[in-house]
């Protein structure tokens, strides 16, 4: 039985992932931080399925233990602190969790087990200010928030291990993905989140930001499967994950009040205090070589995962308040 270990697996991604390394017959560890408050909801349906290792990326000593426990043939680093907007008032902990512990755990499999397979989750944040439309593996980075330079870092210093130790580390450059999984600060899920409110009469309106920021929205557990498909390759590369088609915020507000059957411009409401400091305007991503290399594609649509959010969100929150 192979063994994968997964760092963040409490989170949407970690969760998915999870899944589908269990039906494929994997037994499945999970890094986890000592915390006096335990959020497993996302896992819950595996939750005896899968082994806990303590370990934290800000303690090096503990990731090497967990490797020498696990002896694990794939690692996927999808820890982070990966709430955009947080990374202004904590830019230091963003560096230290979503840069320098990328390196910790990559020291960590030099030292234990260089034959690991390595997965690292960069993002499309790293483009940021973009160079061209659309993005592939060559595009140069700008990053404009704390958390994109961090996972600059944490993209280039996988690369150099890579190039420097032979080790087998790919990075998924992942665009924006989503799910009813999806944590309720992000844009997407706070838009179906209040949809499902509103209709409920739980809540009168929504307070947003811009608007009219675009971005490449696809389906987290279509993404998880390219995670997989990378670390099955004969030799590590990177690639970018998208679906190659973008929309303004303004259209996801809409589809998500569309399928409630609401007007969205009697709801929504302007808040300047949710802009971004520097806004990353355009992100849209060309995963040619995924889907040549990988023969990965996304298999939902912009408005099928609009409305599998608002749906699950609406029976959520219809079975909470008894309604």
């Known amino acids: 039985m192979k ?34 408050v335990e959020k497993l909801d996302r896992i819950e349906h595996i939750r005896d399925k899968i082994e806990f290792v303590q370990a934290d990326l800000l303690d090096q000593l503990s990731i090497i233990s967990a ?38 755990m990559l020291e960590a499999i030099r030292l234990v087990k260089p034959d690991i397979r390595f997965y690292q989750a960069s993002s ?36 150099n291990y890579r190039e420097s130790y032979d080790i087998f580390a790919a990075s998924g450059i992942l665009f924006n993905h989503e799910s009813p999984r999806r944590g309720l600060e992000f844009v997407t899920r706070k838009v179906t989140n209040a949809v499902a409110k509103i209709k409920l009469g739980l809540e009168g309106c929504l307070y947003l930001g811009n608007m009219d920021a675009k971005r490449d929205w696809g389906y987290a557990k279509d993404y998880v499967r390219a995670m997989w498909l990378m670390l099955q390759q004969q030799q590590a590369e990177d690639f970018v994950i998208a679906t190659g088609k973008t929309h303004t915020v303004r259209q996801w507000v809409e589809a998500a009040f569309s399928c409630a ?43 099928d995962l609009v409305k599998l959010m608002v749906e699950s969100d609406y029976n959520e929150l219809k079975n909470k308040n008894n309604l």
């Open 3 to 36: 063994k994968a270990l997964i760092t963040g697996i409490t989170g949407q991604d970690g969760s998915y992932l999870a899944d589908l390394l269990i039906e494929k017959g994997y037994k499945v560890y999970g890094m986890v931080r000592r915390s006096s």
């Open 261 to 303: 059957g609401l007007d969205w411009e009697k709801y929504v409401k302007m808040d300047k205090s949710l802009l971004r400091p520097a806004e990353v305007d355009l992100l849209i991503g060309d995963a040619s070589k995924a889907r040549s290399t990988l023969a990965w594609k996304p298999e939902m649509e912009f408005e």
């Open 67 to 104: 490797i020498k426990q696990i002896m694990p043939v794939e690692v996927y680093n999808l820890a982070a602190m990966s709430f955009v907007p947080t990374s202004w008032s904590q830019p230091v902990l963003t560096g230290e969790f979503t840069a320098i512990g990328v390196t910790r």
């Open 124 to 159: 499309s944040e790293m483009f940021g200010k973009v160079k061209e439309v659309p993005q592939n593996e060559n595009t140069p980075f700008h990053p404009r928030s704390p958390y994109g330079v961090a996972k600059v870092y944490g993209h280039y210093i996988t690369v």
